[in-house]
């Protein structure tokens, strides 16, 4: 390991207690010590995601073993490695998952859990990738089993997710059907590659879907929503559609009818990344290398970027999430 240039103190945004976007305040930390499989890496940008908020409100807590400071992903060079990493040099370009301390000037991370940076794209580009692409990855393709030639419905089709959902799903050759809460919302997600987007403001979800497939039914949902939504998400699955809950931002009780359930052999499945382990994450990745790396590199599927915000101004991006308005991902500026 090489620490020639590598201050021992860096600035990193902690969460100094639970509460609104003003307690994510910039302080001085030790930089973190790679073990022997991982990386150190010098941040240049980190990415924003919902979890970050929750975590910020006191509703997410990390695992253990992981840092306290939040940053799901992170994108910059490699500065150190550890003893027994393989893959790595000194100066890579890289982009990772992280267990947490994104929002900070250096992170570790497992040598399996970083990929190299799709070629032309910049590192805030980079660093609005892996959260999205690995849960995406997982929940879509691995447990949703999405095959060329069906039909896919994702909620929340403008989130750092939704946008992400929407062009895999549609690259790997699914009919895709979304749903978000503006006119602007909807625009955005149909020139992603969506074939339907539906305000669910002014339209049923359900009939819409029905009505887009010729009375049939998805074959998979993608839901962050939960709620009064997982009884309708029955109502638009197809038979022997797979469903997978990634979130329940609509409230996580439900009442459902399990006679449709049974009638139709629905599979309602759901998962959480963070807590999976290194070694699962590191499947993932190599899943995502082969497989969706070449559509990064040729621009089929890119990061949809909201907006930048310095890392000292990390609050702000807190705020801008909160507000709702966002399309895509927002991304703090580390360099
Ligand atoms: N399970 C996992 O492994 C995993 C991993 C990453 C993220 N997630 C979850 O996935 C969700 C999206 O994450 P993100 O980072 O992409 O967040 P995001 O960009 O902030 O997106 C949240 C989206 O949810 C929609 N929404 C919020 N409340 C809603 C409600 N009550 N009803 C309907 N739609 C609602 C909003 O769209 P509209 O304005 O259109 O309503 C918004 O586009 C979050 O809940 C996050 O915790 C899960």
Same mark, same amino acid.
């Given at each position: 390991m090489s620490t020639d240039t590598i201050p021992e103190k860096m600035m990193a945004i902690a @969460?100094?207690?639970? %509460? %609104? #976007? $003003?307690?994510l305040k910039p302080q001085r930390r030790d930089v973190p010590m790679p073990r022997p499989e991982e990386i150190l890496i010098k941040v240049r940008a980190a990415g924003v995601n919902r979890p970050d908020v929750f975590q910020r409100i006191g509703a997410y807590p990390p695992p253990?073993?992981?840092?306290? $400071? #939040? !940053? $799901?992903e992170a994108a910059g060079e490699v500065v150190a490695v550890g003893a027994n990493v393989k893959r790595w040099r000194i100066g890579d370009p890289v982009t990772a998952l992280t267990a947490g301390g994104g929002y900070a000037e250096y992170v570790t991370v497992h040598e399996s859990n970083a990929l190299p @940076? #799709?070629? !032309?794209?910049?590192f805030t580009e980079a660093a609005a990738i892996p959260e999205t692409f690995f849960t995406v990855w997982h929940n879509v393709?691995?447990? !949703?089993q999405l095959q060329k030639g069906e039909s896919f419905l994702v909620h929340g089709g403008s989130s750092g997710i939704g946008t992400t959902a929407i062009q895999l799903a549609a690259a790997f050759g699914a009919y895709v059907i979304t749903t978000a809460g503006s006119a602007d919302k909807c625009d955005a997600c149909l020139k992603l590659g969506a074939n339907r987007a539906i305000n669910y403001r002014d339209e049923d979800f359900v009939a819409a879907v029905k009505d887009a497939t010729d009375g049939k039914g998805v074959n998979v949902i993608l839901d962050m929503v939960g709620g009064d939504y997982v009884d309708r998400n029955y109502a638009a699955a197809a038979e022997d559609g797979r469903i997978v809950q990634i979130a329940s931002l609509g409230g996580p009780q439900s009442t459902v009818n399990v006679s449709r359930l049974m009638a139709k052999r629905l599979t309602h499945t759901g998962s959480t990344l963070r807590p999976r382990s290194i070694a699962f994450k590191g499947t993932i990745a190599a899943e995502l290398e082969e497989r969706v790396w070449p559509l990064l590199a040729d621009r089929r599927v890119a990061p949809v970027m909201d907006m930048i915000f310095p890392l000292r101004e990390a609050w702000r991006a807190h705020e801008r999430m909160e507000e709702g308005d966002h399309i895509g991902k927002i991304v703090l500026d580390v360099s």
């Open positions: @969460i100094t207690e639970p %509460g %609104g #976007p $003003l307690v253990k073993d992981a840092s306290d $400071l #939040p !940053g $799901l @940076i #799709p070629h !032309g794209l910049t393709f691995q447990r !949703g």
